[in-house]
């Protein structure tokens, strides 16, 4: 299984697909053989293009998807906002052009492999007597993509036309970042036209039968606290030592932990609902030949800690509790956050959904509403 490539930030991240289209796809037959043999070729075609990063073959990719857009009478352009990264955009209009649209969105690059830890090549896609495919991006994320075209293909067949408006984003560069690729899209003239309700993402593999679903992405926040205090001889009681003022720090550190976990335990709120904080390093000490020295007592000491928020915490208050009670400047204490960018980035990813969200437009008239979706 391919680690799931949730460090990464996504623009948009909301729904696990598979769920949106074993809804869409109720009530059509089950393909037949022959069907299900085109659909498996077809992916396993988009599976053997190198997209891998460095330097992905987006030449090939799109050309791929281009010709599936044009099999599916999809309208299409390929957009580069920056040059050798294209972002392939597919339409399929709805017949009330007033209503907002969907996006669903994948990306089309793929993280290296090593060859030689893999039963089968990477790029070969190779299926198994149990009908497993092997292959770099089977899940992250070329699956995605290619079930919302074949999902589109049935539907086409079906008859069915869409109310809203469909948009297929298909981008560059996301397991570097997407800078260039679905950042640039999400703040583009384009997107702004293009009236985009909601947007479906990528999620996490499944290992069962079942489809979970994903609204929000956790923003990690790498803490490092440092204090500071006067050194002193081992045997001394005294007060501000760098040693006691950390521990203070941890404690109260560990007190919010459990009350956050007691919230998970008793069930009053699910994982993505409370904040998670770990301790993840503690430095200290002043080394002697033997291990440490154990008479004193040091001027410095450190410890980093693992927070993940969820997009629904409160941020103000979580960094004045940083400042005021993990790390107050009046117990000679100082922090830092080692992935502030990061942070910072995920501000600018929430930004750009609400900015999407904002501009909605209610449709004003009865038999057409939200439950829809
Ligand atoms: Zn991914």
């Not at 052009?97 to 039963?119: A, G, M, Q, R, Y």
């Not at 079942?210 to 500071?228: C, D, G, T």
């Amino acid at each position: 299984m391919e680690k799931a490539c949730n460090s990464h930030y996504h623009n948009q991240s909301l729904l696990l697909l598979p769920l949106f289209l074993s809804l869409l796809v109720a009530g059509l037959a089950y393909p037949t053989q022959d069907e299900q043999s085109q659909i498996i070729s077809r992916f396993q075609q988009y599976l053997q293009i190198n997209t891998t990063q460095p330097s992905p073959d987006y030449q090939s990719s799109t050309q791929f998807l281009l010709s599936q857009a044009n099999s599916l009478s999809l309208e299409s352009q390929v957009i580069e906002f920056v040059k050798g990264k294209p972002v392939i955009l597919l339409k399929w209009p709805g017949s009330d052009l007033s209503l907002p649209s969907i996006l669903l969105n994948s990306h089309t690059d793929v993280v290296p492999f090593e060859p030689s830890k893999w039963t089968h090549p990477p790029l070969g896609a190779y299926i198994d007597e149990g009908g497993n495919i092997f292959g770099r991006g089977s899940q992250d994320m070329k699956s995605v993509g290619m079930q919302y075209l074949e999902a589109i293909r049935r539907l086409k067949l079906s008859g069915f036309q869409p109310k809203r408006s469909l948009y297929l984003s298909f981008v560059p560069d996301e397991e570097i970042g997407g800078y260039d690729g679905a950042k640039k899209l999400a703040y583009s003239d384009v997107f702004k036209d293009m009236n985009v309700e909601i947007v479906l993402d990528e999620g996490l593999p499944s290992t069962d039968e079942n489809y979970r679903l994903f609204y929000a992405e956790m923003a990690p926040w790498w803490l490092v606290i440092k204090s500071n205090g006067a050194p002193g001889h081992g045997a001394k009681l005294y007060d501000n030592s760098a040693m006691e003022n950390l521990l203070k720090s941890i404690e109260s550190i560990r007190r919010f932990r459990a009350s956050q976990f007691d919230l998970l335990k008793a069930g009053l709120k699910s994982k993505g609902d409370v904040i998670s904080v770990n301790m993840v390093f503690l430095k200290a000490g002043t080394p002697s030949p033997t291990g440490f020295v154990m008479n004193l007592q040091p001027s410095e000491a450190e410890a980093g800690f693992d927070i993940r928020a969820p997009p629904t915490a409160d941020i103000e208050s979580l960094e004045k509790r940083i400042e005021e009670e993990w790390a107050p400047a009046s117990r000679n204490m100082t922090f830092e956050f080692l992935n502030k960018a990061e942070y910072f980035k995920g501000i600018n990813v929430y930004e750009s959904i609400i900015e999407a969200y904002t501009s909605y437009i209610p449709p004003g008239r009865d038999g057409v509403s939200r439950d829809e979706l």
